[in-house]
């Protein structure tokens, strides 16, 4: 970009003249009506404003328009042309925007013409997230990439719409449009691809906050993000958790267990394979609540699946269980729920309520009631709406982000970590059960010779007749001599459907 920057210094006067020779309407064919305001207070802002061509037009249809541009001297240009114009210059560059981001604005449309391809391919994702967290709820990004040969004097990078659609997909973002079109300058070499962009809108302002806390360049840890995508798991998966506040209009309580419980889970694969969850350490020594529990656990060998609502555990392991959701319990309360805040506010978004005294029973049953012992963790309610509506949005991005923090990690500590490790570890796997294999193992053996009888009748059966309603693994039963034909129903009671259930 700093190169760049020199040849358009170098060139202001020739470029900023071929500039001013075509109008937005030209330039911007297909995206132009869709930058047109909608309702008042509008606010745009212009990367890479070279002349101040679209800036002008953009300001002309009533927009308050912030204009970057890192050329001094393409600066100097805009003013010769536009000098009167109403429209706040700004010197700045991709990928950080430092500048812009302390104006404190939110942009509903945000343009950037002929610029991406000026962005080095490694500074595209920083850049992708820095022109998302500037956006509006609904607000539009509008993007123009150039296909072609760069010209002689002045080097660019190769530009693809799969590579904009996939930035746009961890960043939570919808591809409104897209638009292929030929040069206008008629250049035959280069064609254009015009991509419009939309920010989606709750209508409540959640999105925003989340997306403040998601995207957010600096964090030191993955807890923040562990604790929205705990969140944002039970908003799908155990819904009914969340309880309506009592005393707050619009708020639940979810089991503060709960959470942690899901965050056991998340961490388990994680630490198990070494991946840094923090920027210096490595391991469960950098992570306050792995402590006595948590590493009984990854010692254990226990699969992370096993950690789910109505599980039970007893002896050793159910002590296990219980110190790291314990621990785990502690740290969301003292970390991420203390210091995830409102913005320009020191209130807490998520508020800890209180704990019931803990039970020491032999046997821990996770049921949502034993979960609740550790308190709750309160959620306003539009973030509770916004995770249950938008989860196919959120979840995803929350697992992308926590994959770039552990990569970013992972770099500063020297090590390498392979590209779908972090993704492998981050799946969330249910359990599935069928009895496929139960049928299978039926079959087979049916097939082998061995007869078949129905449990409840004694009756023989064919492998056609088999209708299998349960499977259980020869471990967990008692071996007893060969079956016998069952007892013959009471009086007055149903018989079974003949040969129905083996």
């Known amino acids: 970009?700093?190169?760049?920057?020199?040849?358009?210094?170098?060139?202001?006067?020739?470029?900023?003249?071929?500039?001013?020779?075509?109008?937005?309407?030209?330039?911007?064919?297909?995206?132009?009506?869709?930058?047109?305001?909608?309702?008042?207070?509008?606010?745009?802002?212009?990367?890479?404003?070279?002349?101040?061509?679209?800036?002008?037009?953009?300001?002309?249809?009533?927009?308050?328009?912030?204009?970057?541009?890192?050329?001094?001297?393409?600066?100097?240009?805009?003013?010769?042309?536009?000098?009167?114009?109403?429209?706040?210059?700004?010197?700045?560059?991709?990928?950080?925007?430092?500048?812009?981001?302390?104006?404190?604005?939110?942009?509903?449309?945000?343009?950037?013409?002929?610029?991406?391809?000026?962005?080095?391919?490694?500074?595209?994702?920083?850049?992708?997230?820095?022109?998302?967290?500037?956006?509006?709820?609904?607000?539009?990004?509008?993007?123009?990439?150039?296909?072609?040969?760069?010209?002689?004097?002045?080097?660019?990078?190769?530009?693809?719409?799969?590579?904009?659609?996939?930035?746009?997909?961890?960043?939570?973002?919808?591809?409104?449009?897209?638009?292929?079109?030929?040069?206008?300058q008629v250049r035959d070499e280069v064609n254009w691809t015009s991509v419009v962009l939309r920010m989606p809108d709750d209508g409540a302002g959640a999105l925003p906050l989340i997306r403040g806390i998601v995207l957010g360049d600096d964090k030191s840890s993955t807890y923040k993000i562990a604790l929205l995508r705990s969140l944002a798991l039970i908003?799908?998966?155990?819904?009914?958790?969340?309880?309506?506040?009592?005393?707050?209009?619009?708020?639940?309580?979810?089991?503060?267990?709960?959470?942690?419980?899901?965050?056991?889970?998340?961490?388990?694969?994680?630490?198990?394979?070494?991946?840094?969850?923090?920027?210096?350490?490595?391991?469960?020594?950098?992570?306050?609540?792995?402590?006595?529990?948590f590493r009984a656990l990854l010692a254990d060998r226990m699969p992370a699946q096993d950690l789910r609502v109505g599980a039970t555990f007893t002896f050793e392991?159910?002590?296990?269980?219980?110190?790291a959701i314990g621990d785990a319990a502690r740290t969301i309360a003292t970390m991420p729920a203390n210091f995830i805040r409102f913005p320009n506010s020191d209130r807490r978004v998520f508020e800890i309520r209180k704990v019931r005294p803990q039970r020491s029973a032999a046997t821990l049953e996770l049921s949502l009631e034993t979960l609740s012992d550790w308190g709750s963790l309160r959620v306003p309610g539009h973030i509770w709406r916004a995770l249950s509506r938008l989860g196919v949005w959120v979840e995803p991005v929350l697992v992308s982000e926590w994959g770039r923090l552990v990569r970013g990690y992972a770099d500063r500590m020297g090590g390498l970590v392979p590209a779908d490790a972090i993704d492998r570890q981050l799946a969330w796997e249910e359990p599935v059960r069928s009895t496929s294999m139960g049928k299978e193992a039926s079959q087979r053996l049916a097939a082998g010779g061995t007869s078949l009888r129905c449990v409840w009748t004694g009756v023989p059966l064919s492998s056609s007749q088999l209708d299998i309603d349960h499977c259980f693994p020869l471990g967990r039963v008692a071996m007893r001599r060969p079956l016998e034909p069952g007892p013959k129903p009471q009086a007055g009671e149903p018989a079974p459907k003949r040969g129905s259930h083996a």
């Open 235 to 293: 908003a799908e998966l155990a819904p009914s958790a969340a309880i309506p506040a009592v005393d707050e209009l619009d708020a639940v309580d979810v089991p503060l267990g709960l959470v942690a419980l899901y965050w056991v889970r998340m961490y388990l694969p994680l630490v198990r394979v070494g991946l840094p969850q923090a920027p210096k350490n490595h391991g469960p020594d950098g992570l306050g609540f792995a402590k006595a529990g």
């Open 1 to 184: 970009m700093a190169d760049a920057v020199k040849i358009y210094d170098d060139q202001a006067s020739r470029l900023a003249a071929r500039y001013e020779q075509m109008s937005s309407d030209e330039a911007l064919p297909g995206i132009i009506e869709l930058l047109r305001p909608t309702g008042p207070l509008r606010v745009a802002l212009d990367v890479g404003a070279g002349s101040g061509r679209d800036a002008i037009w953009l300001s002309s249809q009533g927009y308050e328009v912030v204009a970057v541009e890192p050329s001094s001297g393409m600066r100097a240009e805009a003013q010769r042309f536009h000098g009167g114009a109403r429209v706040r210059w700004v010197d700045d560059r991709l990928p950080s925007l430092s500048k812009v981001h302390k104006l404190g604005l939110a942009f509903d449309v945000i343009l950037l013409s002929a610029v991406w391809q000026h962005v080095a391919p490694t500074d595209r994702p920083r850049a992708f997230r820095k022109l998302v967290t500037l956006l509006k709820p609904g607000g539009i990004l509008a993007m123009t990439l150039r296909h072609g040969p760069a010209p002689p004097d002045r080097p660019m990078h190769q530009v693809s719409l799969g590579e904009v659609e996939a930035l746009a997909r961890v960043s939570g973002v919808e591809v409104l449009r897209v638009f292929e079109q030929a040069d206008v």
């Open 317 to 323: 392991r159910g002590s296990n269980v219980r110190a």
